[in-house]
């Protein structure tokens, strides 16, 4: 079993649709979980941390759930900008320990006009 | 701030070649990373350096050496390139163990074909 894994999609939704994203991590002592974007050909950035009470920024919602081991990405009103491979990413050890972090392959989303 | 760069942006090599990967950055980060990224794969972590003069292997070490030759700079060296080496290869850095902080900062890319 993966040590993170997500549905690859892809994910084709129109301008204004609300999509989900999910990640399920084997790991029960990960500490911290992340959600980078990568645009294609570009580098990974950070879109967001996790919180254990879950956390929005803007249209962006993510959500942690520590018993079903299980992540989530919730992307409100789509923009074409949206369009891009969201990784689901899972440190083992949190706080200024050395974090090694553990990349999901990543969901491709599309958003079309 | 430039951030992290990394050099060359593509190369192509011959089986049996070598070559270094260059990468730095002007944060003042004390934490260095190699990642590939291989497609359907994710990005699998080749070594890691904690601090300036420590490095430590990842998941995929085999086949690679770093050198952290200072705070700013960590490099990638392929001894006898394979096929299976073909990838796309990213650095990244972060403030860890400072600065509280498990955010990477990546790197461009380097996109590495070998024949």
């Known amino acids: 079993r993966k040590e993170v894994e997500q549905d690859p999609g892809p994910f084709n939704v129109p301008e204004g649709a609300t999509v989900a994203f999910n990640c399920t991590y084997s790991?029960?002592?990960?500490?911290?979980f992340f959600w980078y974007r990568q645009d294609c050909r570009k580098e990974p950035k950070l879109l967001m941390s996790?919180?254990?009470s879950g956390n929005e920024d803007g249209r962006f919602t993510a959500q942690l759930n520590r018993a079903s081991q299980y992540i989530s990405l919730l992307i409100r009103d789509s923009k074409l900008s949206d369009s891009a491979t969201y990784l689901c990413?899972?440190?083992?050890?949190?706080?200024?320990?050395?974090?090694?972090?553990?990349f999901g392959q990543g969901t491709i989303l599309t958003v079309h006009p | 701030n430039a951030g992290v760069t990394q050099t060359p942006k593509f190369q192509v090599l011959k089986t049996g070649q070598s070559m270094t990967l260059q990468c730095a950055q002007d944060m003042n980060h004390n934490s260095m990373y190699w990642y590939r990224q291989d497609p359907g794969m994710g990005l699998r972590l080749i070594y890691y350096?904690?601090?300036?003069?420590?490095?430590d292997k990842g998941e995929v070490p085999n086949g690679y050496n770093v050198s952290r030759l200072n705070k700013r700079e960590f490099s990638l060296r392929l001894e006898s390139a394979a096929p299976s080496q073909t990838s796309v290869y990213f650095c990244?850095?972060?403030?860890?163990?400072?600065?509280?902080?498990?955010?990477?900062?990546f790197g461009p890319g380097t996109r590495l074909t070998v024949l």
């Open positions: 996790v919180y254990s």
């Open positions: 990413v899972v440190n083992e050890r949190g706080g200024t320990s050395y974090g090694k972090l553990t």
């Open positions: 790991n029960s002592a990960s500490q911290s």
């Open positions: 990244a850095s972060s403030a860890l163990p400072a600065g509280g902080s498990n955010e990477q900062f």
């Open positions: 350096s904690a601090s300036e003069g420590t490095t």
